[in-house]
Structures are given as structure tokens and as C-alpha cells.
């Protein structure tokens, strides 16, 4: 886990952000990583509410199998979200 964050909402509840971030391409093995950090935080933090606890994967590129390993677990309401970022002539930008 690179960055771990949390945000208190207007009722009091907490929502939680999970940060995972490869300097290269993200495999499968990272997305496992951080599908466990998400449910660790989803268990012990935030009572078993899925839906208060998101989930990044930032890197240059993807393994293809990432996409459907993303989509199987949202379907468990955990989100996760996979964040591409390019880097050229010293700018930086994230797609």
C-alpha cells in the first residue's frame, strides 16, 4: 500500500481510498495486492461496508487479465479503479 487515506462524510461515517502506484506495468499479482489491502479496510475499518472503501492501481500499463480481475471484484462491491499514467519530455499525466 503506497497511499492509505480516509474522508469523514456529513453522517459520520468514513470513506476509505487505497493507493497501490508501479513505476512500470501492473500485473495481476499487484491487483491481488491491493484486492487485499481493500479487504482488510472493508473488514476491519469500515464494518463490512464495501461501498465505503475505494481502491486505486496506478501504472504505466496493464497486464490484459487486469480488466476482468477488476470487473469480478466489483461485482463484490469493493471499487476498484485502474489509473494509467504517461510520463514525457518532464511532463507528467495520468489518463
Known amino acids: 500500500m503506497d497511499v492509505f487515506g480516509y474522508r469523514v462524510r456529513n453522517d459520520g461515517l468514513r ?20 484486492i487485499g489491502y481493500v479487504k482488510w479496510i472493508t473488514e476491519f ?24 480481475q477488476v470487473e469480478d471484484n466489483n461485482a463484490l462491491r469493493n ?8 510520463h514525457k519530455h518532464s511532463a507528467f499525466q495520468l489518463k
Open 79 to 86: 471499487s476498484i479503479r485502474l489509473v494509467q499514467y504517461c
Open 45 to 68: 475499518l469500515a464494518d463490512n461496508d464495501g461501498g465505503r472503501v475505494k481502491g486505486f492501481l496506478i501504472g504505466k500499463d496493464f497486464d490484459p487479465n487486469i480488466a476482468d
Open 15 to 34: 470513506e476509505y481510498k487505497v493507493v497501490e502506484i508501479k513505476t512500470g506495468s501492473a500485473t495481476p499479482a499487484d491487483l491481488s495486492q491491493l
